[in-house]
T-cell receptor, first 113, second 112 residues
Framework: KAGVTQTPRYLIKTRGQQVTLSCSPI?????VSWYQQTPGQGLQFLFE???????NKGNFPGRFSGRQFSNSRSEMNVSTLELGDSALYLC????????????FGPGTRLTVL | GESVGLHLPTLSVQEGDNSIINCAYS??????FIWYKQESGKGPQFIID?????DKRQGQRVTVLLNKTVKHLSLQIAATQPGDSAVYFC???????????FGKGTLLTVNP
């Protein structure tokens, strides 16, 4: 079975721009969660989607949003980028909604200049 | 807010030794705990999980121990190998069924 895939793997943007990241979960998995990973804050939960519905959201501003499609693929959008948004964005999928074993993708490295 | 913390940020062991990575959690309502391993340039990889109705669970070369009395979680790796070198994270539900809270991580270095 193919693992979780994320595109693009690397991205460079400038302040004020917006960005969309994509995640394809493991086949059959209906739950997709997004995390932000930085050296200072570690792994922080952004949100989880299950069957196209957002179940919960972490403590991030409204500039961070997401959605899930009927095929379980998910996208995350960050608007009005700030320097502090530079991070590794990880997507994880599971067959059941949280709490459940999550399988992570390789991440998208976002650099904001 | 509630968070999962780690006692030591780094751990260095000799190849073949057993490793023990510790984790403290603060929310007594946490009922599900997971250990992940993250190698450089990769996403976290699931190692083992445990629910609060258990105090020990074993996998291949790994054992997770849960002490709910002192809110402490540990990961034991038997016969540590160079390929075990990575950052190890513990995570828990923090009393919420809808998200996982991760610790900062422990860097394990295995010396040949």
């Amino acid at each position: 079975k193919a693992g979780v895939t994320q595109t693009p793997r690397y991205l460079i943007k400038t302040r004020g721009q917006q960005v969309t990241l994509s995640c394809s979960p493991i086949s059959g998995h209906r739950s997709v969660s997004w995390y932000q990973q930085t050296p200072g804050q570690g792994l922080q939960f952004l949100f989880e989607y299950f069957s196209e519905t957002q179940r919960n959201k972490g403590n991030f501003p409204g500039r961070f949003s997401g959605r899930q499609f009927s095929n379980s693929r998910s996208e995350m959008n960050v608007s009005t980028l700030e320097l502090g948004d530079s991070a590794l964005y990880l997507c994880a999928s599971s067959s059941e909604p949280l709490p459940a074993t999550q399988y992570f993708g390789p991440g998208t490295r976002l650099t904001v200049l | 807010g509630e968070s999962v913390g780690l006692h030591l940020p780094t751990l260095s062991v000799q190849e073949g030794d057993n490793s023990i990575i510790n984790c403290a959690y603060s929310n007594s309502a946490s009922d599900y705990f997971i250990w992940y391993k993250q190698e450089s340039g990769k996403g976290p990889q699931f190692i083992i999980d445990i629910r609060s109705n258990m105090d020990k669970r074993q996998g291949q070369r790994v054992t997770v121990l849960l002490n709910k009395t002192v809110k402490h979680l540990s990961l034991q790796i038997a016969a540590t190998q160079p390929g075990d070198s990575a950052v190890y994270f513990c995570a828990d539900t923090g009393g919420s069924n809808y998200k996982l809270t991760f610790g900062k991580g422990t860097l394990l270095t295995v010396n040949p």
